[in-house]
């Protein structure tokens, strides 16, 4: 197993406040997918988790940025999910899930972290 791609992203937490005040659910439809959507909404907080969302699907996409195929890649086409452990995951689709096969992708790594103010993300593709 070697690393083929890595991906960070950091995210304002206070500007998808600002966008979730002004766009409400637009923000959620265009970027989000129902479960992830659902799961943001159902926090304390959503800005902080839909920040953190966000923050993993850039990260995932800088991972597997290196061809044009990589360029029409959707928000919707890499959802951010809870595997049965509790870690984050990554499940991909579309353009996305060609991507990653045309490189060779095995697994997608992510770690993510968020507080009141930020929200962070990394991702490592491995072959």
Request: proline share 2%.
């Amino acid at each position: 197993m070697s690393a083929a791609g890595v991906g960070v992203d950091l995210v304002e937490v206070a500007r998808v406040r600002t966008m979730l005040a002004e766009k409400g659910a637009q923000v959620f439809d265009r970027l989000l997918t129902k479960d992830e959507a659902d799961y943001c909404r159902s926090r304390p907080d959503p800005a902080e988790h839909v920040a953190v969302r966000l923050a993993a699907k850039e990260a995932v996409y800088k991972a597997l940025q290196g061809s044009e195929a990589a360029r029409g890649i959707g928000w919707r086409e890499i959802e951010v999910v809870r595997a049965a452990d509790g870690r984050p995951d990554v499940v991909l689709t579309g353009l996305a899930a060609q991507r990653a096969a045309e490189l060779g992708v095995r697994r997608v790594l992510l770690s993510l972290s968020h507080t009141h103010e930020a929200a962070i993300a990394m991702a490592v593709i491995t072959t």
